[in-house]
């Protein structure tokens, strides 16, 4: 298997676009998950799906955010519009069981 | 609250060296705990996990970690120290009566490990 597939890797945009970043999980995995990785706060869970359904957006900053997993091998976060404080790598991850993890390789998103 | 510490921004060790990356945790009840590694430009990669029994466990890379209950840790540990080992390590947690399944991620700990 290839492992969880992210693209774009490198995203440059100007504030007030809208942004999609796309996941592939691994087949099989009926969990997936959204993170952003910043230096000021670290890993944070933004969402996370079950068998397609989200489960919990907690995480999700504001409404100009928002994830859909349209079926079992994609999905996508979406930020509409982006602001400059955005800027991140965000990952997906997908896991079959909820204990062990498997991150794609992430998308570094520059808002500028 | 639940959270984990990684009390250590960086650590610096010299090749042949054990290593220890230090995690402390603040759950209720036995938590679910694990390490991963993060390599340049990369995505976090597992590398072990503690359910029960044994406090030690031995993961990917010859690495190993001790789970402490009455100190409340899990420290991450390596014999002799590679200099491929040089990354970020992450300690996360998943507390036994969530049932959201969310795991709490450290800050991260950066490895540099000296030829």
């Known amino acids: 298997d290839a492992g969880v597939i992210q693209s774009p890797r490198h995203e440059v945009t100007e504030m007030g676009q809208e942004v999609t970043l796309r996941c592939k999980p691994i087949s099989g995995h009926d969990y997936l998950f959204w993170y952003r990785q910043t230096m000021m706060r670290g890993l944070e869970l933004l969402i996370y799906?079950?068998?397609?359904?989200?489960?919990?957006d907690s995480g999700m900053p504001e409404d100009r955010f928002s994830a859909k997993m349209p079926n079992a091998s994609f999905s996508t976060l979406k930020i509409q519009p982006s602001e400059p404080r955005d800027s991140a790598v965000y990952f997906c991850?997908?896991?079959?069981?909820?204990?062990?993890?498997?991150f794609g390789a992430g998308t570094r998103l520059s808002v500028l | 609250a639940q959270s984990v510490a990684q009390p250590e921004d960086q650590v610096n060790v010299a090749e042949g060296n054990p290593l220890t990356v230090k995690c402390t945790y603040s759950?209720?009840?036995?938590?679910?705990l694990f390490w991963y590694v993060q390599y340049p430009n990369r995505g976090l990669q597992f590398l072990l996990k503690?359910?029960?029994?044994?406090?030690l466990v031995k993961g990917s890379y010859g690495f190993e970690a001790e789970f402490n209950k009455s100190q409340t840790s899990f420290h991450l540990k390596k014999p002799s120290a590679l200099v491929s080992d040089s990354a970020l390590y992450f300690c996360?947690?998943?507390?036994?009566?969530?049932?959201?399944?969310?795991?709490?991620f450290g800050s991260g700990t950066r490895l540099l490990v000296r030829p």
């Open positions: 996360a947690v998943r507390p036994p009566m969530d049932s959201s399944y969310k795991l709490i």
């Open positions: 503690y359910i029960t029994g044994d406090n």
């Open positions: 759950v209720s009840g036995n938590p679910y």
């Open positions: 991850a997908s896991s079959p069981d909820m204990d062990i993890q498997y």
């Open positions: 799906f079950n068998n397609n359904v989200p489960i919990d």
